[in-house]
Every structure is written in structure tokens, then in C-alpha cells.
């Protein structure tokens, strides 16, 4: 957690939620009691913000100071919905292109894909609200700046998301290997949404079940797999290559 981006104590992170500061989670201590509090949790909760509730021990830890028991984490980007980013792409371009990242935890990977969705044009990144990798000092140096230039989503299931984009008529591709389709067989000239898989664990099954496709790229090594971020490039240069030709 980037400690540049965090707010503690009830007046400061009142005054942050009041303002136009986006509140990515906060931290409240367990058992407290306070009617501010309580109005700072129910102003986040209709903002789908995370709301998470610890020890007293944990937000002294986080900031050595009287946080009177919360702390928040304001993000240096605005989240935007899925459903505006969706309307807006298929708007203005026949054939947009989605990624959607299914627990990346690591900041840097994620800044590097951030980069390289942004110069492949990229319409909007997919993230779920828990699990990922948050938008960090490091995400955002990785990304060279990137993640100010393209829109980023984050969504309560990311399951719910696939279903949308499936009801919008865009093709969800996974990327894995655990299939025989070749990704420079694969089509994609038509509305796409990649999937990429979390570094330990890659794309879960309950989300491998119901994607449109799953591709991969052949590997002639004896190594079995790509660090995400590379494996991401590829399969955004290949929309690209085809797109173009």
C-alpha cells in the first residue's frame, strides 16, 4: 500500500469522501462505535468502495498516529462503470478491445500490461474489486504514465463482467494453455475481451467455464509458461496484426 495515498483519522477521511478524492477501500477498526464512521461506511458502500474491518493493531501499524480507527486509501485514478466504458467503445469503433485481468497480484506486472494495453489501444482494463493489485506508486510508474490514459474498471465478480460483455455481443477469449487452439488461429477482427490469469494460479475455472474461446501461444522451450505481462503483449499484438491486415 502506497502511504502517499493514505488518509486517517474521522475528520480527514470525512472531508476526503465529501470532496471528489475516490476512495479505493478502508480499513475500520473492529468494534468501534462512532456515527461519523458509520456515515463515512454507508457514503462508501453505495460508492462500491472496499470496506474492510481489522484490529486496532493493523491501522497503528499502517500509521503510527492517532487514526481514531480509520484509515482510507484514496486511488490517483477515478474508476470508471462497465456499462459507460462498454456503450462508449462500441460507440465509436466497431471492433473495441477489452482485457480483463483475473486476480493479478503484482503491481509491476500490472503496470507493464497497463502500458502495453494503452499503446495497442486498448479500450478499457477489467479488475476485480478484490484480489488484485492495487493501483500503486509502483503500478503507476511501471505504466510510464499509462493508466492516466486508459480507462481501468473495477467490478464486484469478474464473472458478472464476462456476462455483460458476452451480452454485448463482445467474444471473451482466455488466455491458457490448457487448450489446442492456437492464439494465430483464433479470430479476432470482431469485439474482443481477453482474459488473463493471476501469476501463481492463472485464469480460475469457474471463469475458464464460460468464456466464448481459449487460446494460447505455443511454447518451444522446456519452461511451461509466460510471465503475464509478455504472454498479454502477444495477444494484443496478434488483435493488432489482424486488425490491420
Known amino acids: 500500500m502506497n502511504k502517499e495515498h493514505l488518509i ?3 475528520y480527514p477521511v470525512l472531508e476526503a469522501v465529501k470532496s471528489d478524492v475516490t476512495i479505493d477501500k478502508i480499513f475500520v477498526q473492529k468494534g468501534i462505535r462512532n456515527t461519523t ?3 463515512i461506511v454507508e457514503i462508501l458502500e453505495q460508492r462500491n468502495a472496499t470496506i474492510s474491518y481489522v484490529p486496532g493493531e493493523k491501522l497503528e501499524k499502517l500509521t503510527r498516529s492517532n487514526h481514531q480507527g480509520i484509515v482510507a486509501f484514496s486511488s490517483p485514478i477515478a474508476f470508471q462503470s462497465l456499462e459507460s466504458v462498454v456503450e462508449k467503445a462500441l460507440s465509436e469503433t466497431s471492433a473495441p478491445l477489452f482485457l480483463i485481468l483475473d486476480q493479478i497480484s503484482d503491481v509491476r506486472n500490472f ?7 494503452e499503446c495497442t489501444n486498448v479500450n478499457a482494463i477489467i479488475i476485480q474489486k478484490k484480489g488484485g493489485a492495487p493501483v500503486s506508486g509502483d503500478t503507476i510508474k511501471t505504466s510510464a504514465g499509462a493508466i492516466f490514459k486508459i480507462p481501468i474498471v473495477k467490478v464486484d465478480h469478474i464473472k458478472d463482467a464476462i456476462f455483460y460483455l458476452q451480452g454485448s455481443e463482445i467474444k471473451v477469449v482466455a488466455a491458457t494453455e490448457k487448450t489446442e487452439q492456437s ?3 483464433t479470430d479476432l477482427k470482431t469485439p474482443t475481451a481477453f482474459v488473463m490469469g493471476s501469476e501463481g494460479k492463472g485464469i480460475s475455472k469457474s471463469v475458464l467455464g464460460i468464456v ?3 487460446a494460447s501461444l505455443p511454447l518451444l522451450g522446456e519452461i511451461n509458461s509466460l510471465n503475464v505481462s509478455v504472454a498479454c503483449g502477444a495477444f494484443l499484438y496478434e488483435a493488432v496484426r489482424q486488425r490491420k491486415n
Open 8 to 10: 486517517f483519522g474521522i
Open 37 to 39: 464512521i458509520e456515515e
Open 111 to 117: 503496470g507493464a500490461i497497463i502500458r502495453t494495453a
Open 183 to 185: 492464439l494465430y488461429n
Open 212 to 214: 466464448d474461446e481459449k
